[in-house]
Nanobody
Framework: VQLQASGGGLVQAGGSLRLSCAASGRRTFGSYYMSWFRQAPGNEREFVAAISWGRGITFYADSVKGRFTFSRDNAKNTGYLQMTSLKPEDTATYYC???????????????WGQGTLVTVSS
């Protein structure tokens, strides 16, 4: 399984970006959670959002709730993280990941994509 993350870039505070995570190597990811994590320089990697691929139920960190929306396109095996009202503190490298376990178990993630850098200027 491969995860390909894209969509990062430079945006002003208050702006929006959409990250994509394209999954390949399995016919279906129905039993998986796909998640986004982020890591800022000097900080630990932190959970941002997750989606249960089969049911489409979403989960968010408190810091992004109401601003970020996670959706998925089953036909394309691609997850999308729409980020709005971006803040400078959202600046980080964002990683998508997939797990057949529970999304809260960070150590249980089976697959990780490469990072995509999001920079929010003030």
């Amino acid at each position: 399984v491969q995860l390909q993350a894209s969509g990062g870039g430079l945006v002003q505070a208050g702006g929006s970006l959409r990250l994509s995570c394209a999954a390949s190597g399995r016919r279906t990811f129905g039993s998986y959670y796909m998640s986004w994590f982020r890591q800022a320089p000097g900080n630990e990697r932190e959970f941002v959002a997750a989606i249960s691929w089969g049911r489409g139920i979403t989960f968010y960190a408190d810091s992004v709730k109401g601003r970020f929306t996670f959706s998925r396109d089953n036909a394309k095996n691609t997850g999308y993280l729409q980020m709005t009202s971006l803040k400078p503190e959202d600046t980080a490298t964002y990683y998508c990941a997939a797990t057949s376990g529970h999304y809260t178990n960070m150590r249980g993630y089976d697959y990780w994509g490469q990072g995509t850098l999001v920079t929010v200027s003030s």
